[in-house]
T-cell receptor
Framework: AQSVTQLGSHVSVSEGALVLLRCNYS??????LFWYVQYPNQGLQLLLK??????LVKGINGFEAEFKKSETSFHLTKPSAHMSDAAEYFC????????????FGAGTRLFVKA | DTAVSQTPKYLVTQMGNDKSIKCEQN?????MYWYKQDSKKFLKIMFS???????INETVPNRFSPKSPDKAHLNLHINSLELGDSAVYFC????????????FGNGTRLTVT
């Protein structure tokens, strides 16, 4: 069975500092991995995804994530935080293709201090 | 121009009532989903429909019944509402059966009193 663990329910950074949100997964087959962002009172938006190929994936708003199979990790980073990045971030994993279901982590709330 | 739209945005009702939430997507996607997000932000899939056919039905009570009149619409009907049904319900869509949800609606906050 697949699962996702996000380390830290809350992360606080200063504006301009590095953002690092941690995600570890377990999967019995090569996983598809995703990061979503949820702003207050809104639905989730897909930030980026990894399916196959290049392990460093670039997404929207300057975010990127690296798939590390040996560490079963898919951490999300951004070199310089902006106030507008404050939101809830969800890591997710899917297995296989065709009718699979996406399992979401518990979320990490990112706070950005001025 | 909203991609995935849900109505209503807020729903307050009493225990035992029956209510419906509607969802429409204008993206031409084949697959639609219903998710439940609890007070701790935990997101759990409830149903998935591909081109009007149910392809995932997680262990949700049969008081919840999804209906898809066409591939652009996926409505959720809930009978005999209980306190534990209070949550935010999200509709989502994706291009096809082999893809994960790409676009989410803004959610329907259901409060059962």
């Amino acid at each position: 069975a697949q699962s996702v663990t996000q380390l830290g329910s809350h992360v606080s950074v200063s504006e301009g500092a590095l953002v690092l949100l941690r995600c570890n997964y377990s999967s019995s087959v090569p996983p598809y991995l995703f990061w979503y962002v949820q702003y207050p009172n809104q639905g989730l938006q897909l930030l980026l995804k990894y399916t196959t190929g290049a392990t460093l994936v670039k997404g929207i708003n300057g975010f990127e994530a690296e798939f590390k199979k040996s560490e079963t990790s898919f951490h999300l980073t951004k070199p310089s935080a902006h106030m507008s990045d404050a939101a809830e971030y969800f890591c997710a994993v899917s297995e296989g293709t065709g009718g699979f279901k996406t399992i979401f982590g518990a979320g990490t709330r990112l706070f950005v201090k001025a | 121009d909203t991609a995935v739209s849900q109505t209503p945005k807020y729903l307050v009702t009493q225990m035992g009532n029956d209510k419906s939430i509607k969802c429409e997507q204008n993206l031409g996607h084949d697959t639609m989903y219903w998710y439940k997000q609890d007070s701790k932000k935990f997101l759990k899939i409830m149903f998935s429909y591909n081109n009007k056919e149910l392809i995932i039905n997680e262990t949700v009570p049969n008081r919840f019944s999804p209906k898809s009149p066409d591939k652009a619409h996926l409505n959720l009907h809930i009978n005999s509402l209980e306190l534990g049904d209070s949550a935010v319900y999200f509709c989502a869509s994706s291009p096809g059966q082999g893809t994960s949800p790409l676009h989410f609606g803004n959610g329907t906050r259901l409060t059962v009193t």
